[in-house]
């Protein structure tokens, strides 16, 4: 790399390289098996494949957090091969075991065998078997590869899975593969895939192991929603009839311009339930929802890359994934839309409650200030009045004092006519308290 280069250059290219499948050849079996991971049995894998990792003398374990392991427990011609993947809320281990001869029986009747001697050789190595190294066990798969000529008759093969009904195909663009699976559960766990090749490459039978991993995998993944679906298909009705009559309540009470507090109070105690309870719903299961539809759409792009090309008389795996799968990833994608639109009708109705109260609050508070503003108006007429009436008072009040004085003048022989003096004081008195108040009323 060159100094000019983005730091990031080289990791961001080397993704494109992450993930390499591990090369496939005839008559080898892969037993594959996925796991759910929480916080503590994601650590307790870790410490399990770097354990293992260390064992067989990879340098550079614990560096950073892998993602990714591909160690060879015994090399060719009897070689086995563990690759462990490390995904966002699970992992995958698949064990690859190298055979002499193809499938002689049922694939449930020789892989207790094939995972004894897996976990013989882990336990050599110090490690536990697959099924301890942590989380709980959401997919298992059991592919096996066989160097044969493809059939036309399924009844050719289903004695290899116990007699059941099969789905199959031809796969890939070059038609030289075909896959079967009776798509069951067997007691073990495992569901059993064949692989017929006649001149395919192995990596790209690793590609298509991948393929079918990634895809039982994920379909699991996905059909943890569909319970949750189910399960509140029943409160969600109850919560969207609830919804419908508190908007009907609420439609009837739009002209009534009057606060009607306890009803009010009612209808707003009613939403703020439904909310609350929406919003519970959404964030317990929303996220479950949102990744279901997420590894839905991988199902469907790992069916889509096997090419599959139908077999006379056989349903194919798409085709039965598309009637049985598709239907529950429509029930969950419907259950979350209805989430959405529930709380978004919550949401409006509150809005519009609110926006009638506010509406009758703003009516109300103008009929308060015009019944305010008139009676200040009263009021001022009235102190106006009052004040009218103290000049007269106080007027009367300060000429009677002057007229006393005038009367003790006289009596002490000054020239004075209290009449006289109290008929001139009278109106100058008054004018000045007039303009005194006028005075004191502009500067207040």
């Known amino acids: 790399m060159r100094a000019f280069d983005h730091p990031l250059r080289k990791v961001l290219h080397e993704e494109i ?30 410490q399990w494949i770097e354990n293992l990792a260390t064992n067989l003398g990879i340098s550079n374990v614990g560096q950073t957090t892998p993602s990714f392991y591909i160690l060879e427990l015994r090399p060719a011609p009897q070689r086995v091969v563990i690759k462990w993947e490390l995904h966002g809320e699970f ?43 942590g989380g709980q066990r959401i997919a298992a ?36 593969g075909q896959l079967w699976t009776d798509l069951q559960l067997n007691e073990d766990g495992y569901i059993s895939f064949l692989v017929l090749q006649k001149g395919i490459g192995s ?23 569909f319970p949750l679906a189910k399960s509140l298909s029943s409160p969600l009705r109850q919560a969207e009839g609830d919804l419908a009559k508190l908007s009907g309540e609420i ?80 029930t969950c994608i419907w259950t979350q839309k209805r989430l959405k639109n529930l709380s978004e009708r919550i949401s409006t109705t509150t809005q519009t ?22 009676r200040a108006k009263m009021q001022l007429r009235l102190q106006e009045t009052v004040e009218g009436l103290s000049v007269l008072v106080l007027t009367y009040y300060a000429v009677s004092l002057l007229a006393y004085m005038a009367k003790g003048g006289k009596h002490a022989g000054m020239d004075i006519e209290p009449e006289v003096v109290a008929a001139v004081a009278a109106p100058v008195i008054a004018i000045v308290l007039y303009l005194l108040n006028k005075l004191r009323s502009r500067q207040s």
């Open 17 to 46: 390289h992450a993930r390499p499948p591990v090369s496939l050849w005839p008559f080898e079996r892969l037993l594959s098996q996925s796991f759910l991971l929480d916080g503590e049995s994601r650590k307790t894998q870790i």
């Open 203 to 225: 990596r790209q039978a690793g590609r298509i192991a991948r393929r079918i991993i990634e895809a039982e995998t994920y379909r699991m993944a996905a059909m943890l929603a």
């Open 91 to 133: 992992s995958s281990i698949s064990a690859v075991v190298q055979q002499s001869a193809g499938l002689q029986k049922a694939h449930a009747d020789s892989r207790s065998e094939l995972e004894t001697e897996i976990e013989q050789l882990l336990k050599q190595l110090g490690c536990t078997p697959i099924h301890e190294a």
């Open 251 to 330: 439609a009837q009470t739009q002209h009534d311009l009057s606060v009607q507090t306890e009803q009010d109070g009612h209808f707003l105690a009613g939403l703020s339930q439904l909310a609350s309870k929406t919003e519970q719903w959404i964030s317990e299961h929303g996220l479950r929802f949102t990744a279901a539809e997420a590894y839905s759409q991988l199902v469907k792009k790992n069916l889509m890359e096997l090419s599959e090309s139908p077999i006379p008389g056989v349903q194919m795996l798409g085709e039965f994934m598309d009637r049985r799968f598709e239907p529950a990833m429509n």
């Open 353 to 374: 409650l609110r926006a009638r109260i506010e509406f009758v609050n703003e009516e109300q508070t103008q009929a308060l200030l015009a019944s305010m503003d008139k």
């Open 141 to 176: 798969i059991d592919i096996a590869y066989e160097d044969h000529d493809l059939v036309d008759d399924a009844t050719e093969i289903t004695h290899l899975f116990s007699g059941n009904t099969l789905l199959g195909s031809t796969i890939l663009s070059s038609r030289r």
